[in-house]
């Protein structure tokens, strides 16, 4: 075997056994003879390697890896027949959603490359795309639900290294990125679990607090924006450790900085800017500023990438709509990094960002019991799309509105006011 | 990616792109459109990924791989609960029984090192296999009833290569076993479909032959073996392309050496002695002697592994009993190598065999429309085990025998007579 990336590349063993601890303990606090359905690309397989063990020492059931191959990927694009792009391997995510009905815990390792296909036909990756969501989603809906404990963690491919720090030698290339995804996974201490129930206390007493505000809107201002956006009826703040409904309390994203909810989707008004760009299917889309009235999206430019920005906001109607609210303090330690990952994992946790599209229906008050009609009674958006967004940045203050008018700092000058 | 294995290691980039198109165009003569469902260990992937290619490039609908690593099984047995041993992944092998039903073709890539498990605890590997197998059935019933078209072929790891070849430096034990496969496989020439071609035909040659004569039993002789196996009611000699239920005639397994077809539980007479060793989940059986009365091992002796044969042979009442008969000629490619491949997809071919346990119902006449009962009551076998185990040798000499006793030249001197 030749996989084994950290005898060739400068990745810091102690820090990829951490990080597979935090990943079973913390991430999925898998319990004793629970399965675990894990996917990585091959590139990843030191820390799947690692994860696994770590899974098998805390008792877990049966550990079953699929992994994905960025060639196999591309050998697709580049040489299957036009019907092969609305093929979709439903048989196996209709196996994956009963094994999370039988309570299997989900692991994702996130790592690859987030240009490969930025040279394919877009067309074919478009209905590429369709065919999986369809397939898919009805094991996504345990997942968005929350029926079962998981989590997303990285390893620094070499392909996704070489997007992150081009021209730099892929050595050199490798070890920062281990080291960026090391220091926001909070691995770099000795006891990293620590670590981790003392950052999953700070959010908690973020949310904690703006849920017992309730606000009715929040108010962003800055260069460039000028922004009201309202929130759910009902919306419920989250961040850090949530509950499944199978009883087990779990990080569902490793890195995570953010506190979010659901805005609502009749009631955002004004004009906000982009504070980075946004990497969407390969493509950059850079300086976005748009306006809404009553929530919806009527004017959007961009410097760069404005007409994949145009595409995407003509997916459909909820498409032009906020479906998630997030805040981020700029002292966050990905942020303060200064890097641009080109995945989501990392980025949207680099500052406070919104998402047009998709809602969550877990951000509502007792939201699991909400069919899709309450939630769209009480504001939540709905769309194919799901796209993060960044607003947040060290020159932006924002407060919280009550149904009155009156005024509450949330944060200033990019920092918790609270 | 460091697991492009033909840059480090002698492999002929050539013959791996033959092998690939062999494997698509031979063994599985993959339909356009129709799906394909590969499994391959990780050290195999230079394969996979050109036979990925291969399949797209010959029109497949979707091309998904499931990648096992010998790692990760090993920490299963290493530090696995009690309690793990008894799972099996059922959510994807009623996905993959699903797969098949709606046609799709299965492609398995080997490559394991054979004594993988050969120091983990028995009575855990004996409890994983048997909970894996009953989780598999569905499944497996579609591969041996050719439900559907499905072929296997190998890939010269370095784990596998280090126990073909001990002692021998890394390299040159890959670059030799992937000779071997190569040669084996029949694509050391330019143009190997058309020798696959041939190499079909010769193998249908003997079966019509054999399938005409409609032996009652045969009688082997050679040293320490006189031996007589009475042939099923029925049975039809099967060896090389196969027609599967859904209309494509395919190659089950790349190298085939063999015809081969269903004996009479009931009526195998004599002593045999076996000409290799045998490979059993990782230990060497070797010097094995045995003595049939009326279908049913009644004596067995092993100069090495004897306790491993004695328990095998215990493990229910058709394990003492033949399942499959098979002819290969002495100066097959595979005997002439020389080797001991630990594993039976090369070993099987190196020699007439027999096999202990499960029949095949597809080598009866109008097999696929028999039941169980049936086939019993024309003499199949039935096992929880299938065990090829080798007894042709240069020095033996086999004759058909009709059911009044009169003798026909099959193979003398380990040759086809025919
Ligand atoms: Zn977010
Ligand atoms: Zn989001
Ligand atoms: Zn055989
Ligand atoms: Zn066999």
Same mark, same amino acid.
């Not at 935090?22 to 606090?29: E, M, N, T, W, Y």
């Not at 792009?85 to 299997?104: C, I, M, Q, S, T």
């Not at 659901?262 to 390969?282: D, I, N």
């Given at each position: ?19 597979? &601890?935090?990943?079973?303990? $913390?991430?999925?606090?898998? &319990? ?27 008792? *877990? ?77 009805? *094991?996504? &809906?345990? /997942? ?10 990285? =390893? ?56 017992? %505000?309730?606000?009715? *809107?929040? !108010? ?14 009902? !919306? ?11 009883? $087990?309390? =779990? ?28 990497? !969407? ?15 919806? /999206? ?5 410097? %760069? ?58 951000? =509502? ?8 009609? &309450? ?27 009550? *149904? ?15």
């Amino acid at each position: 075997m030749t996989t084994d990336l950290p005898e060739r590349f400068p990745i810091d063993a102690d820090k990829l056994d951490r990080l597979a &601890e935090i990943a079973v303990k $913390v991430g999925l606090r898998l &319990e004793p003879g629970q399965d675990l359905f894990l996917t990585a690309p091959i590139a990843a397989l030191p820390l799947a390697r690692k994860i696994a063990e770590a899974a098998y020492k805390a008792g *877990a059931g049966l550990v079953t890896p699929i992994f994905s191959d960025e060639a196999m990927t591309l050998a697709r694009f580049r040489y299957g027949s036009d019907a092969s792009f609305d093929r979709a391997p439903g048989w196996l995510y209709e196996g994956v959603g009963k094994a999370f009905a039988a309570n299997a815990a989900r692991l994702a390792i996130v790592g690859e490359d987030p240009m490969l296909l930025a040279e394919a036909d877009p067309a074919k990756t478009s209905r590429a795309n369709r065919a999986n969501a369809i397939a898919y989603k009805p *094991a996504l &809906e345990k /997942i968005a639900g929350f029926d079962i404990n998981w989590t997303i963690v990285a =390893f620094p491919t070499l392909s996704w290294a070489r997007r992150v720090f081009p021209g730099e030698p892929d050595d050199v290339a490798v070890g920062k990125l281990a080291d960026a995804i090391f220091s926001a996974s909070r691995v770099d201490g000795d006891d990293a679990v620590s670590a981790w129930r003392a950052h999953n206390l700070a959010l908690a007493q973020k949310t904690q607090w703006l849920n017992a %505000r309730r606000f009715h *809107a929040l !108010h962003y201002s800055g260069p460039g924006t000028d922004l009201t956006i309202g929130l759910a009826d009902g !919306h419920a703040w989250h961040g850090g450790a949530a509950a499944a409904k199978n009883g $087990v309390t =779990f990080n569902p994203n490793i890195p995570t900085e953010e506190v979010f909810t659901t805005p609502h989707a009749l009631r955002a008004e004004g004009r906000v800017a982009s504070t980075k760009p946004l990497s !969407h299917q390969g493509t950059l889309i850079e300086g976005i500023e748009v306006r809404f009235e009553a929530g919806r /999206i009527v004017e959007a430019r961009a410097t %760069r990438g404005a007409d994949v920005l145009r595409t995407t906001l003509d997916t459909d109607e909820g498409a032009r709509r906020l479906g998630e609210v997030a805040l981020v303090p700029h002292s966050s330690p990905i942020s303060s990094s200064g890097l641009m990952f080109y995945n989501t994992l990392f980025d949207e946790n680099a500052a406070s960002h919104v998402a047009i599209g998709q809602c969550y229906s877990t951000c =509502f008050v007792g939201g699991d019991r909400l069919g899709p009609d &309450e939630i769209a009674a009480r504001g939540g958006n709905a769309s194919l799309i799901h796209i993060d967004w960044m607003i947040g940045s060290g020159s932006i203050d924002i407060d919280g509105l009550d *149904a009155g008018g009156a005024r509450t700092p949330v944060m200033r000058g990019g920092e918790w006011a609270v």
